[in-house]
């Protein structure tokens, strides 16, 4: 297990990014079409054929799904996805015609001092393109991909990944960009709000302070424009339903709420895409169901603690710094 969503069996995960820009994309690609579902509970999301994914529509499988900075210019992303998965013949039959089906979810990155002056063609289709290219067992978390440009309240965001087997052993797994309103820590320490959720010190084995300081409660937020949205996927080895993904969507929702403070705001665009490869050997009792979506809800807890714990700073002026930066020598 190398504490990836790539435990999973039957999907790869590739970043790519621009520095200069300071942005990127994350592009999640199946091996076999898989089923996929989504919940949204952010009052600002960004999506690309969201719709599809819904239990009552009729394309029952994805081939990729994807994550991006850029803000609406990342609907871009993945187009270029797609192209890779055309060319390698994947897609959705309909006649003689191949359609690649690459679902995707954008946050707002634009505002982080990289330089977004790209003319008149954005660069999203072409990382998104290399991002697919670059599709492997292990990639890169903290400053990369999707989470390259994304930030908190108080800290870089980034990009987080973790994984864990359930009592009956099927595999679970969790992608985010974490780019949300609030923060990640509690208050102005270092310790985060995913803490109880922490395999081995995958993200500094600090716990929470005890008693808990006087400013872990009181609000803080990036300010009062739409610049924010948390982004993740949740997976499965387990044969799921499109029904059965919505609910682990759904329930994947509660790990961001246990990382994040405060989660599912009217400036979010917080959403969960759930996908099951369908590899595992048994299918799910019903009570494995709701492991795996407590399972899930963890992972992305501490999948968004992650991001925030392996990021670095951009190098621009005002900044905001890296948990690293701050904490480390604590």
């Not at 006649?95 to 330089?115: M, Q």
Request: net charge negative; charged share 20%.
């Amino acid at each position: 297990m190398l504490n990836l969503i790539t435990d999973v069996p039957g999907l790869r995960v590739g970043n790519a990014a621009d520095a200069r820009l300071a942005s990127g994309v994350t592009a999640l690609i199946f091996d076999a079409p898989s089923v996929a579902s989504i919940a949204i509970l952010g009052g600002a999301p960004g999506v690309r054929d969201g719709a599809l994914l819904e239990p009552e529509m009729t394309v029952e499988r994805v081939d990729a799904l994807v994550l991006s900075g850029g803000s609406a210019f990342g609907l871009d992303a993945m187009g270029g996805v797609q192209s890779v998965l055309r060319c390698e013949g994947r897609g959705f039959q309909i006649g003689d015609v191949t359609v690649p089906i690459v679902p995707g979810a954008i946050c707002f990155d634009l505002l982080n001092g990289g330089d977004k002056d790209w003319g008149e063609r954005p660069p999203y289709w072409d990382l998104g393109r290399a991002a697919a290219l670059a599709a492997g067992a292990e990639f890169e978390l903290g400053t990369a991909g999707a989470g390259f440009g994304a930030t908190t309240a108080n800290l870089k965001g980034g990009l987080g990944s973790t994984s864990a087997k359930t009592s009956s052993g099927f595999v679970v797994g969790a992608l985010v960009a974490a780019n949300g309103i609030g923060q990640a820590t509690i208050g102005a320490g270092p310790h985060f709000l995913a803490a109880p959720y922490e395999r081995g010190n995958e993200f500094g084995g600090r716990g929470w302070p005890s008693p808990l300081p006087a400013d872990a409660l009181p609000m803080r937020v990036k300010g009062d424009i739409p610049a924010n949205t948390t982004i993740a996927i949740v997976a499965t080895d387990a044969a799921l339903t499109k029904a059965q993904a919505k609910r682990l969507a759904v329930m994947a929702h509660d790990g961001m709420a246990r990382a994040l403070r405060p989660a599912h705001a009217a400036l979010d665009g917080d959403l969960v895409f759930a996908a099951a490869t369908a590899r595992a050997t048994q299918p799910p009792a019903l009570r494995d169901l709701t492991e795996i979506g407590s399972c899930a809800a963890d992972c992305l807890a501490r999948a968004i603690a992650r991001a925030i714990y392996e990021a670095t700073a951009l190098p621009f002026p005002g900044a905001l710094p890296a948990w690293r930066d701050v904490f480390r020598r604590l």
